[in-house]
């Protein structure tokens, strides 16, 4: 099946992009580029190619079809945080919590007692 579909060029962070003809994995033609990263974004593409090839059978990608409208918009990537610095985060917000409310001195840790065993239920009813 041939497709019209955008295909990444390009920097690390300075993508640019193909508008191609493929069948598959394999390139057929390249018909235009798109340039998202200019003041002015920049979309070329060969119209009489493009109505022939869609004459023969290719099939739009939603990407393409946006641009051709004009109303897509390059979204650029903004990885997450790491983990590691989320969970800093979390730790020095209880500390904060534990200086408001209560002085540093106050702060220690109980260790609990240990009781005299007492038979436990299970224990104390006979076998019948």
């Known amino acids: 099946m041939l497709k019209v579909k955008l295909v990444r060029k390009g ?8 508008v191609e ?3 598959g994995k394999k390139t057929v033609e390249s018909i235009g580029s798109y340039y998202p ?6 979309f070329i593409v060969s119209k009489e190619k493009l109505e022939q090839w ?3 059978g290719a099939q739009i ?3 393409v079809s946006s641009l051709l409208k004009g109303k897509y918009e390059f979204k ?4 997450k945080k790491t983990g590691a610095s989320s969970q ?4 020095e917000k209880p500390k904060q919590k534990a200086t408001e409310e209560a002085p540093a001195e106050s702060l220690t840790l109980e260790t609990p ?3 005299a065993e007492s038979p436990s239920p299970e224990e104390e009813k006979p076998n019948a």
């Open 11 to 18: 920097k690390r962070n300075l993508p640019s992009f193909r």
């Open 21 to 23: 003809i493929t069948d």
């Open 37 to 42: 990263h200019s003041a002015r974004s920049h």
């Open 54 to 56: 869609l004459k023969a």
């Open 61 to 63: 990608t939603p990407a």
């Open 76 to 79: 650029k990537y903004v990885p």
């Open 88 to 91: 800093e985060q979390v730790v």
């Open 113 to 115: 007692t240990p009781k």
